[in-house]
């Protein structure tokens, strides 16, 4: 099974999103952001939080893609924002822990 960070490196989605969400993730808080996504009492780990978000970004990726009434462009980025932001988080605890050890 593939690593999510390596997962990640595979998503492609149209440019314009992307820097869209690339552009927005400077801003992304996780304690602010990420329960808007997650609907749960404590938030998850930064790993867990990106396979969910993950879930819901593919579903809003098919959704744009068949031209549904339901997408929403600004979820979607919104989605995509919260994806960076979180496997900034994990990168940077993956290479904290490297350093510990």
């Known amino acids: 099974m593939k690593d999510i960070l390596n997962q ?24 602010r952001d990420l329960p808007r996504h997650i609907k749960s009492g404590a938030l998850p780990r ?11 970004e593919a579903i809003e990726n098919a959704r744009r893609l068949g031209g549904e009434a339901e997408y929403n462009l600004v979820a979607h980025v919104d989605v995509l924002i919260a994806i960076l ?11 904290e822990a490297g350093r510990i050890t």
Request: positive net charge; glycine residues 6%.
């Open 8 to 31: 990640l490196q595979d998503l492609r989605r149209p440019r314009l999103l992307i820097r869209a969400a690339r552009h927005g993730v400077d801003n992304y808080r996780r304690e």
């Open 46 to 56: 930064s790993g867990a939080s990106l396979f969910k978000l993950m879930e819901i």
């Open 85 to 95: 932001g979180e496997a900034r988080i994990l990168r940077a605890s993956r290479q």
